[in-house]
């Protein structure tokens, strides 16, 4: 039989030619010699120079390792927030305290990199030196109490150290940048390098002079003055860093990936939110399976991350927006991410405040109904008392653990004293409770708080402790949600170029909305009274979420009204839908129709694709298309006939060794071949 595989003159065993073919392809490709990609050792930052604008840009979007070192940053802000609990204004100003130190920092490391940064030995050197500085405010940040008793005088020195060798690092970093623009002549960037490196070498210096003010024998409480130095003294270098960049334009950020790295940034930081979500979950339903409120607030601390994502990711800007406004853009990211992770640390604490007053009324209602109604005493007492506290599984925990002891000997003498809820023992609440019980009832409740992760002082009545704690997290979550509000609608008004519309118009008005009911919720605090009613009642975090999501949805109805309106006014568009980010083809026909529309938009856009440039026609035209097509009137017929395609003439030959020109560029042809 004859196969149609087989060729001819080949017996029927052999394998077909295609195969043969692959495998000729196969070991052609194997006889190749592969160049495998090495990082240089140093590059000139010049390199990385947008010649059209004059602006410093190496890349338009961030690297791995510049992702990679993010990640610390996360870590750090992890870890802090896991060993500190915000219970007291000690522990509020603390945390706001170490998120400044270590934001500040990553933000300069990121003020360099995406202006100077390329892959090179001594950048990946540097970025090591960098993870080394966080994994060193990382172990500040276990014992970071400044002004308190738990503060610890060897980690401040062991802060400020860190602090010295990141910014000597800063200064090295720039002093590289300083030699490269001198071999290249740069003259005009030789005094705002100096500046930079000036402020830095100052910020290293006023951080070393502060580690002999932290010995050992000295109270750590002693020196609450000398604490404001690291807050104040990175100020002044940011300020320094940002008004240089807005003063000399070419080291601005205009061409840089800077919008992408606030971006990426601000992802990993909602991110974080959702693993302090899980950790809520294991904490509140960990240990006696779903409960319908606790997952209800648990779906409302869901709902914020996602509305936060969309809020901000929704109107990110493309492109640049100003030079000046873009420095303010990135310097608000320091509010918003602190904002987003007071909102969403509240959040959880809301959540866990609202467990553990379930937990405690549950509690409450057993020893009534145990002493005042059912009047029990001895072992039947003790034995039903036992058994409701056994349901919080306090032994579990660590922190609740150091309770158990006391609850189990307060049972005990509480059983062993007669009639200690006899017919003559009445009341209403745990107030009532005779002594023995009320310390019962007290350690209980102590032990509960404790072992959701939020110390209370052993020492101390767990009730008037919890209800300020809970008042502290009801004034920074609304706090934390008016100041993200407010830096999202001046974020806003920052990006916009264009005429106000009337989504512009809704979006302030939906956003000033929430900031005035925020501020009246915040309000609220200054009468305990109410607060605490609006404590009982689980309605902090919805009301939160609805606000949010009526801000999304007024923004989604406003822009498709402003669309329609802006696509029938037939003035040039612009906009997602113009460059193509992202608009739907209903959108995306109506720009085109009128953004698109003419012989001259279409003329330009076929010289760009022509390899030749200018009005040259490729070879494979004809002589009379050619005419035609440089003229505009040139028409592309239905089928196209088989031309033979001519090799382009070959490029201009580049120098041996260009070298910089007087101003520090290699001077560009623009009559050289581009491909």
């Known amino acids: 039989m004859y196969d149609i595989n087989q060729a001819p003159g080949e017996s029927r065993g052999s394998p077909p030619l295609l195969g043969k073919k692959k495998n000729k392809s196969l070991d052609a490709e194997k006889s190749k010699r592969r160049i495998h990609r090495t990082a240089p050792w140093i590059k000139n930052p010049l390199q990385g120079v947008d010649k059209e604008h004059l602006v410093f840009a190496p890349r338009h979007e961030a690297s791995t390792l510049e992702l990679f070192f993010d990640l610390f940053f996360v870590a750090n802000?992890?870890?802090?927030?896991?060993?500190?609990?915000?219970?007291?204004?000690?522990?509020?100003?603390?945390?706001?305290?170490?998120?400044?130190?270590?934001?500040?920092?990553?933000?300069?490391?990121?003020?360099?990199?995406?202006?100077?940064?390329?892959?090179?030995?001594?950048?990946?050197?540097?970025?090591?030196?960098?993870?080394?500085?966080?994994?060193?405010?990382?172990?500040?940040?276990?014992a970071f109490a400044p002004g308190t008793d738990k503060g610890d005088?060897?980690?401040?020195?062991?802060?400020?150290?860190?602090?010295?060798?990141?910014?000597?690092?800063?200064?090295?970093?720039?002093?590289?940048?300083?030699?490269?623009?001198?071999v290249a002549r740069r003259t005009d960037l030789f005094l705002p390098l100096a500046l930079n490196i000036a402020v830095y070498l100052a910020a290293a210096g006023a951080f070393a002079a502060m580690i002999p003010k932290f010995p050992d024998d000295a109270p750590v409480d002693s020196s609450n003055g000398i604490y404001s130095v690291w807050w104040v003294v990175m100020a002044l270098e940011s300020i320094a860093t940002i008004a240089i960049s807005c003063c000399w334009r070419m080291l601005s950020f205009k061409k840089t990936h800077l919008i992408e790295r606030m971006g990426l940034l601000t992802l990993i930081v909602i991110g974080e939110g959702a693993i302090g979500v899980t950790k809520t979950i294991s904490r509140m339903m960990g240990k006696n399976g779903l409960d319908p409120e606790g997952s209800a607030m648990v779906l409302c601390i869901v709902l914020l991350l996602i509305g936060i994502w969309m809020t901000y990711f929704d109107n990110h800007p493309h492109g640049h927006y100003g030079t000046i406004r873009q420095q303010i853009w990135s310097t608000l990211h320091f509010p918003i991410h602190l904002a987003i992770v007071g909102l969403v640390e509240g959040a959880q604490q809301v959540a866990l405040a609202r467990y553990t007053a379930h937990g405690i009324v549950k509690l409450e209602s057993s020893f009534v109904k145990y002493c005042f109604k059912d009047h029990l005493d001895g072992s039947k007492l003790t034995d039903k008392l036992l058994e409701t506290i056994k349901y919080f599984q306090l032994d579990k925990k660590i922190q609740s653990g150091i309770y158990v002891d006391e609850i189990t000997i307060g049972l005990w003498n509480a059983g062993n004293t007669t009639g200690v809820c006899g017919p003559s023992i009445v009341g209403n609440s745990f107030e009532d409770l005779p002594d023995s019980l009320y310390q019962v009832f007290l350690y209980s409740v102590a032990a509960i708080y404790s072992s959701l992760g939020l110390a209370i002082p052993i020492d101390e009545d767990p009730i008037p402790v919890m209800f300020e704690s809970w008042k502290l997290i009801y004034r920074y979550f609304w706090s934390s949600f008016t100041i993200l509000v407010a830096c999202f609608l001046v974020c806003m008004m920052l990006i916009r170029r264009n005429k106000m519309d009337i989504f512009d118009w809704s979006a302030m008005f939906s956003r000033s909305t929430a900031i005035v009911i925020g501020c009246i919720l915040l309000a609220f605090s200054a009468k305990h009274d109410l607060i605490y009613q609006i404590l009982?009642?689980?309605?902090?975090?919805?009301?939160?979420?609805?606000?949010?999501?009526?801000?999304?949805?007024?923004?989604?109805?406003?822009?498709?009204?402003?669309?329609?309106?802006?696509?029938?006014?037939?003035?040039?568009?612009?906009?997602?839908?113009?460059?193509?980010?992202g608009a739907d083809d209903e959108e995306q026909e109506a720009v085109t129709s009128v953004v698109g529309a003419g012989p001259a938009k279409t003329e330009e856009h076929r010289m760009s694709?022509?390899?030749?440039?200018?009005?040259?026609?490729?070879?494979?035209?004809?002589?009379?298309?050619?005419?035609?097509?440089?003229?505009?009137?040139?028409?592309?017929?239905?089928?196209?006939?088989?031309?033979?395609?001519?090799?382009?003439?070959?490029?201009?030959?580049?120098p041996a060794n260009p070298g910089y020109a007087s101003g520090g560029y290699l001077p560009v042809n623009n009559g050289q071949y581009p491909g």
Request: with cysteine; hydrophobic share 50%; aromatic share 16%.
């Open 77 to 142: 802000l992890a870890t802090f927030t896991t060993y500190h609990s915000i219970v007291d204004h000690s522990s509020l100003f603390a945390y706001v305290g170490f998120f400044a130190i270590i934001w500040l920092t990553w933000f300069h490391v990121t003020l360099h990199d995406v202006r100077f940064a390329h892959d090179t030995v001594l950048e990946r050197v540097a970025k090591v030196l960098q993870m080394i500085c966080f994994v060193g405010f990382a172990l500040v940040g276990s």
């Open 153 to 182: 005088n060897t980690n401040f020195r062991i802060l400020c150290y860190t602090l010295v060798l990141s910014r000597a690092l800063f200064a090295f970093q720039y002093i590289v940048v300083g030699i490269f623009t001198a």
């Open 536 to 581: 009982e009642e689980p309605i902090i975090l919805p009301l939160a979420v609805c606000m949010l999501y009526v801000i999304l949805v007024l923004d989604r109805i406003s822009a498709w009204f402003a669309n329609r309106r802006n696509r029938k006014s037939g003035d040039p568009l612009t906009g997602v839908g113009a460059d193509g980010h």
């Open 609 to 654: 694709y022509n390899p030749l440039g200018g009005s040259v026609m490729p070879s494979y035209y004809g002589a009379a298309d050619a005419t035609a097509y440089s003229s505009g009137a040139y028409v592309m017929p239905n089928s196209l006939p088989t031309y033979v395609y001519q090799q382009p003439a070959p490029p201009v030959a580049y």
